[in-house]
């Protein structure tokens, strides 16, 4: 049979919860323009750079308005040339006494009207142009597209939501701690992820600590940045989340070694009688169950051999040999 002499062991004082994921880098993407969609440059699922195009909105009302704007343009900047030569011939007539100062003053005055003109003409084409850029929306970040809720013929307008980029690589944990166990927050304690067996994926340390309590659920939001956690985790999925309050040295016996009659637990020690062990029967008191261990609170003692398998056959006193 199987016996095991009981050591020191780390045990942790912990809580599990369940917890939210959210990207640091998370972004909902919504045109600046109105306008008819005529092509989709993405699908779901694909992975973007910042800058890359996702969506060709219909840009020629723009482009009519732009190319309008620049014939005007280009009609204030020939009045621009005309003005400023009748400017510079007159100079030299009003210097000579050909004309009167009024005349010259008046051209001078066309002259400023038509570049102030032309000014405001190349402030609207410019604003034109990249009023123009907008009706091809690009990605804001990188990261991974969602689902893409427009198809091509759709309308948009600047409050449409188009998609979302996620950058799963930039994940926080969001876990709401109870109020009664608030008091025992501190940043750095580890946070540990876990898996559907309950064992640990991943470890990281609490990052942030709300100063406030939630009115609605009277509780302390708490934050942790995975830095280590695994790829397949996602956006706005719930985990499993254990907050490790403390580590201390205790023992632990495994639960096969534990039996319970009439409410209290018994496990079987392996003691010397002569050449050989004899196994003894003897009441402990367990806590929490760590894994496949029971913590032990009393009743043994590091040294102690503990026998582990093979117990239901056991009586107290009966021979015993270590495999």
């Not at 990188?142 to 427009?150: F, N, T």
């Not at 205790?250 to 637990?265: E, K, N, T």
């Amino acid at each position: 049979m199987k016996i095991v002499t009981l050591a020191p062991k780390p045990i942790e004082q912990s809580a599990e919860f369940i917890a939210t994921l959210r990207s640091l880098r998370s972004t909902t993407v919504q045109p600046d323009v109105e306008g008819l969609v005529t092509r989709i440059l993405v699908k779901s699922g694909d992975r973007v750079r910042i800058g890359t195009p996702l969506v060709q909105i219909d840009p020629d009302k723009q482009q009519a308005s732009v190319r309008s704007t620049e014939a005007g343009r280009a009609g204030t900047e020939a009045d621009v040339r005309y003005w400023r030569a009748q400017v510079e011939r007159l100079e030299s007539l009003v210097s000579a006494g050909a004309i009167s100062t009024q005349e010259f003053e008046q051209a001078q005055n066309s002259l400023k009207a038509a570049e102030a003109k032309l000014s405001e003409l190349d402030a609207q084409v410019r604003e034109g142009r990249v009023q123009l850029q907008y009706y091809r929306v690009v990605a804001p970040q990188a990261g991974v597209v969602g689902d893409i809720s427009i198809r091509a013929g759709d309308r948009v307008t600047t409050s449409t939501e188009i998609t979302t980029i996620d950058d799963n690589e930039s994940l926080e944990a969001y876990i709401e701690v109870p109020l009664a166990r608030a008091p025992d927050l501190r940043l750095g304690l580890p946070v540990q992820l876990l898996d559907s067996d309950g064992k640990p994926v991943a470890t990281n340390p609490i990052s942030f600590i709300a100063p406030r309590v939630d009115s609605a659920t009277q509780s302390v939001l708490v934050k942790t940045l995975l830095k280590d956690a695994p790829p397949a985790l996602r956006v706005q999925q719930f985990v499993k989340a254990r907050i490790v309050w403390k580590t201390t040295q205790g023992l632990r016996v495994p639960v096969v070694a534990v039996s319970r009659i009439s409410g209290q637990y018994f496990c079987f020690v392996a003691e010397a009688q002569g050449q050989g062990l004899v196994a003894k029967q003897r009441a402990v008191q367990v806590g929490e169950v760590l894994g496949e261990d029971y913590v032990i609170v009393g009743g043994l003692k590091a040294g102690e051999r503990v026998i582990v398998t093979g117990i239901q056959k056991l009586g107290d006193g009966a021979p015993v040999k270590a495999e």
